[in-house]
């Protein structure tokens, strides 16, 4: 069995043309299992047949139509001709673009005189089409630069791209979408009564030896209204004015000066200020303590507590430690954070009285104490912070920032935690967080891109 491949590209002026691709034979006698169907290799062999003949028509007619002036109709005469390799999704394809000479109506001809303009610069501004860099930033984002490159070479006709060049595309993807803004006559999702909530954590990365510290601080947060979520990356070294970053965030999803946003994190003082910072004063900023961190501090006093009391030597009464180790979630479940700071002053106090026990039980004494010292630390630190937990819970709002939690393995610890062995510079880790987070969201494709161009 023999096939043979035509292609008949018919374009806008009614002119036709065809093209005869290689065949593909299937000898009968000859026929093996592998041999069954289009193989891997010939359809990459006829994908870029296919690639390079409707680009090559594509590119004259696009020469041709340039050549009359938009403004005076006349015909601008060719230049010269220029060889140029574009690099596209199905193989690399070299073509023969021509320059042409400016109209004497532009209006740069006076500074520029006789300069050539060259058509196929506008699509092709780095020489390769959007769709390949945009899979290179993808593939980018998802696995390491050179698997990357693998893949790309492994599954696609595309010219075997080298793995600088896929983190050189990426880190241009990067640049392009946090300069994209929303489009003016794009409507904003109309946001739910309390406003926005924004849901961060942070997540420490390895740094290459030459920045002269161990590790780098990712911001991850996670934004979130009625019907819409959107993830985010950040490393502040990397970004002059971080606040402005996550200020455009902001504005892109639809917040605007003035609206209240809710803030969940847990106890470091620096996420929710680097939202007030982003703010400016032009909103109300309410923070609200993440409800999982306190449970399991929660959880280490009542664990010490009883180990204390499961002790041999233990002569106290079980019950004055027990009962407000166990009501400690109860009252700071419904919003009654000094009631619960009282309880932990009382088995201090208490624990203070086990000063003439044996040393087993001084030593679970101590350890008591400790943990609740770091538990009545934490809330007096974060007392501004507290709310009715158990009320948010049965309004059907969020309480936890486990979201944020979520997206820190799937942008950091999916692509640069430290069981990967990477190192990263500041400006590499921010790039790589921002490509991830849109690809992940979906921010990648074509219309998002056209919508936010």
Request: net charge positive; aromatic share 6%.
């Amino acid at each position: 069995m023999d096939v043979r491949i035509t292609i008949e590209t018919t374009f806008d002026n009614g002119e036709k043309r065809t093209h005869q691709l290689d065949g593909i034979s299937r000898p009968y006698r000859v026929t093996c299992p592998d041999g069954i169907g289009l193989r891997l290799e010939d359809g990459k062999r006829v994908v870029e047949q296919i690639q390079r003949a409707i680009l090559c028509d594509q590119v004259e007619e696009i020469i041709r139509e340039s050549r009359v002036c938009p403004d005076c109709a006349s015909v601008r005469a060719i230049h010269d001709y220029r060889t140029r390799d574009l690099d596209t999704l199905f193989g690399r394809v070299r073509v023969k673009a021509a320059r042409l000479r400016r109209c004497s109506c532009d209006a740069r001809s006076a500074a520029m005189p006789g300069g050539p303009i060259s058509p196929l610069a506008y699509f092709f501004p780095d020489r390769a089409t959007p769709e390949l860099q945009r899979l290179h930033a993808e593939l980018g984002s998802r696995h390491s630069f050179r698997e990357a490159a693998r893949l790309m070479k492994s599954f696609l006709p595309c010219h075997p791209p080298h793995h600088t060049t896929v983190r050189d595309r990426l880190g241009r993807v990067a640049a392009g979408l946090e300069k994209s803004r929303r489009a003016s006559g794009d409507p904003a999702e109309a946001l739910p009564k309390g406003g926005l909530t924004v849901f961060l954590d942070g997540a420490h990365i390895r740094c290459r030896p030459e920045y002269q510290q161990r590790h780098l601080d990712l911001v991850v947060s996670k934004i979130e209204s009625r019907n819409m979520c959107r993830r985010f990356g950040l490393v502040a070294n990397a970004t002059a004015s971080p606040g402005s970053r996550m200020r455009e965030e902001l504005s892109d999803f639809g917040w605007k000066p003035g609206r209240l946003l809710t803030v969940i994190s847990d106890g470091e003082l620096a996420l929710p200020n680097l939202i007030r910072n982003a703010m400016g004063g032009d909103g109300q900023v309410k923070h609200i303590l993440d409800w999982w961190h306190i449970s399991m501090r929660i959880r280490h006093v009542e664990a010490a507590v009883q180990g204390l009391v499961q002790i041999p030597g233990f002569t106290g009464i079980p019950v004055l430690f027990q009962r407000p180790a166990k009501s400690l979630r109860w009252w700071l479940w419904h919003g009654r954070a000094r009631v619960a700071e009282t309880y932990l002053k009382g088995l201090m106090h208490d624990c203070t009285r086990l000063a003439e026990e044996p040393l087993a039980v001084r030593t679970a004494a101590a350890r008591v104490q400790a943990r609740c010292g770091t538990l009545y630390t934490y809330l007096a630190n974060n007392m501004e912070s507290l709310v009715d937990y158990g009320r948010r819970y049965r309004n059907g709002l969020p309480i936890s920032s486990s979201r944020a939690e979520g997206s820190v393995d799937d942008i950091a610890n999916a692509r640069m935690g430290k069981r990967r062995r990477m190192r990263w510079s500041p400006k590499g880790a921010h790039r790589v967080a921002v490509t991830r987070a849109a690809v992940l969201d979906g921010r990648l494709t074509v219309a998002n891109r056209k919508r936010a161009a």
